[in-house]
């Protein structure tokens, strides 16, 4: 059993900056890749990026570039960097691990 906490989440400006961090509690992280997902106003939910147990990452193309993954198996967390943040990043993020979905944190991106 995994329970997955995102953190982060905030309101920041265009070309801001938010880090956000999904903390595993329970069983931690497996070797299955760690995902993250977001779901904006009216939209599908879909994935942003996702990281493998040897740190590869990988990135949809409309974020290459501006967010970076991180992983820390030891602390059992996974951070998303996001840089150069534009109003179409608003979403509710969520972290993705085997089964386990997080609750969401809300990431608003406005002036």
């Known amino acids: 059993q995994v329970q997955l906490v995102e953190s982060g989440g905030g309101l920041v400006q265009p070309g801001g900056s938010l880090r956000l961090s999904c903390a595993a509690f329970?069983?931690?992280?497996?070797?299955?890749?760690v995902e993250w997902y977001r779901q904006g106003p009216g939209k599908q939910r879909e994935l942003v990026a996702s990281?493998?147990?040897?740190?590869?990452?990988y990135y949809i193309e409309r974020v290459k570039g501006r967010f970076t993954l991180s992983r820390d198996d030891a602390k059992n967390t996974v951070n998303l960097q996001m840089n150069g943040l534009k109003s179409e990043d608003t979403a509710v993020y969520y972290c993705?691990?085997?089964?386990?979905w997080g609750q969401g944190t809300q990431v608003t991106v406005s002036s």
């Open positions: 990281i493998n147990i040897r740190g590869g990452a």
């Open positions: 993705k691990h085997d089964d386990y």
């Open positions: 329970g069983s931690g992280f497996t070797r299955k890749n």
